[in-house]
């Protein structure tokens, strides 16, 4: 199935980080294109939660540079500088479905949250297993 594209979530934790490294992993054995993706979004309370936050911080810069940060850390240079980048700001579930439009696989990493925790905090991966468009990898954690 060369030519396909695998899309990968990235955050920058540890379970994001071998998550990216597998799906580079599977894309080198296929010969798909790899595309890396980190979101961000604002808190609903952004503005009462922090009012010293100045006025220069972007979250979108943060976010590129954790994705940078994270396929310098994770991927050989060569592979890292043919993965495609992609911020997208919005919720992390519905900007992974979004980019996996059209992919041949998505891949994230498992926080490895149960329970209770994973009834309060939700589930990155538990939502887009249950809602995307193409195959799901969840890269368990250790």
């Given at each position: 199935?060369?030519?396909?594209?695998?899309?990968?979530?990235?955050?920058?934790?540890?379970?994001s980080?071998?998550?990216?490294?597998?799906?580079?992993?599977?894309?080198?054995?296929?010969?798909?294109?790899?595309?890396?993706?980190?979101?961000?979004?604002?808190?609903?309370?952004?503005?009462?939660?922090?009012?010293?936050?100045p006025?220069?911080?972007?979250?979108?810069?943060?976010?590129?540079?954790?994705?940078?940060?994270?396929?310098?850390?994770?991927?050989?240079?060569?592979?890292?500088?043919?993965?495609?980048?992609?911020?997208?700001?919005?919720?992390?579930?519905?900007?992974?479905?979004?980019?996996?439009k059209?992919?041949?696989?998505?891949?994230?990493?498992?926080?490895?949250?149960?329970?209770?925790?994973?009834?309060?905090?939700?589930?990155?991966?538990?939502?887009?297993?249950?809602?995307?468009?193409?195959?799901?990898?969840?890269?368990?954690?250790?």
């Amino acid at each position: 199935m060369a030519g396909g594209r695998i899309v990968v979530g990235v955050d920058g934790s540890a379970p994001s980080l071998k998550a990216l490294k597998w799906a580079a992993a599977q894309a080198a054995l296929t010969g798909d294109s790899l595309q890396a993706v980190i979101s961000w979004e604002y808190p609903a309370s952004w503005a009462t939660l922090m009012p010293g936050v100045p006025p220069e911080f972007d979250p979108e810069r943060l976010a590129k540079q954790i994705l940078d940060e994270s396929l310098d850390t994770a991927l050989d240079p060569k592979v890292a500088a043919a993965t495609t980048r992609t911020v997208i700001g919005g919720n992390a579930p519905q900007a992974l479905l979004d980019a996996a439009k059209g992919a041949t696989l998505l891949v994230v990493g498992d926080r490895g949250y149960s329970g209770f925790k994973a009834a309060v905090l939700g589930s990155v991966s538990s939502h887009v297993t249950q809602h995307s468009p193409c195959p799901v990898v969840v890269v368990r954690g250790e």
